[in-house]
């Protein structure tokens, strides 16, 4: 079956301007999350979503990032006025439940800010 | 605070050259300790989770073991195309997300 999706696989953008990342989770799952993966470091958490409840937004860095997702679908994660130190691998994945349960990751976008 | 630490940093290996890369971590409660693999330029791959203490799984040439602090990935008689980046995670508290170490990177030669 179709793995989790995500797009565009690579963004360059000046410094300044808003970016927009699209993730497709795998059909079925009700669970997704965004990872961060900056250069030598750790896999960073930003945000959760489960089904219909209130996301946890605990990860997130600033309040120039953001996240919704439609109708328990396909999810966005928006930054405003982008700064260098957001140039990073912003991952996607999706699982059943919790963070119990496996989650599958897609490629990432990979985000540079000139 | 939950952590996850993982060594060595980096692991150089020959073909054949069997050993081991440690994930040790702090948490309270282990609700399942996940392997993952990563190679360059890819999202992570689910390898194994591990539930408690004792247990064991395998796949072709990998094997997880986990104790109370600690898990381990034990690579057997390695190939070049084992070569990638290993991450160990765990589940937060919150049950939202989990929380990487930041991998071994292992290399093996021909």
């Known amino acids: 079956g179709a793995g989790v999706s995500q797009s565009p696989s690579n963004k360059v953008t000046e410094k300044g301007k808003d970016v927009e990342l699209r993730c497709d989770p795998i059909?079925?799952?009700?669970?997704l999350y965004w990872y961060r993966q900056s250069l030598g470091q750790g896999l960073e958490f930003l945000i959760y979503?489960?089904?219909?409840?209130?996301?946890?937004k605990s990860g997130l860095p600033s309040d120039r990032f953001s996240a919704e997702r439609t109708g328990g679908s396909v999810s966005t994660l928006t930054i405003q006025r982008t700064q260098q130190e957001d140039s990073a691998v912003y991952l996607c994945?999706?699982?059943?439940?919790?963070?119990?349960?496996?989650?599958?990751f897609g490629p990432g976008t990979r985000l540079l800010v000139l | 605070e939950d952590q996850v630490t993982q060594s060595p940093e980096a692991l150089r290996l020959q073909e054949g050259e069997s050993s081991s890369l440690n994930c040790s971590y702090t948490?309270?409660?282990?609700?399942?300790l996940f392997w993952y693999r990563q190679d360059p330029g890819k999202g992570p791959e689910f390898l194994f989770t591990?539930?408690?203490a004792g247990e064991e799984k395998e796949k072709e040439r990998l094997k997880a073991t986990l104790t109370k602090k600690e898990s381990f990935l034990h690579i057997t008689a390695p190939k070049p195309e084992d070569s990638a980046t290993y991450l160990c995670?765990?589940?937060?508290?919150?049950?939202?997300?989990?929380?990487f170490g930041k991998g071994t990177t292992l290399s093996v030669s021909s």
């Open positions: 994945a999706s699982s059943f439940g919790t963070s119990e349960e496996t989650q599958y």
């Open positions: 059909s079925g799952h009700t669970a």
């Open positions: 979503f489960q089904g219909n409840s209130a996301p946890d």
């Open positions: 948490v309270s409660g282990l609700r399942g």
């Open positions: 591990l539930y408690s």
């Open positions: 995670a765990v589940p937060n508290q919150a049950g939202t997300a989990l929380i």
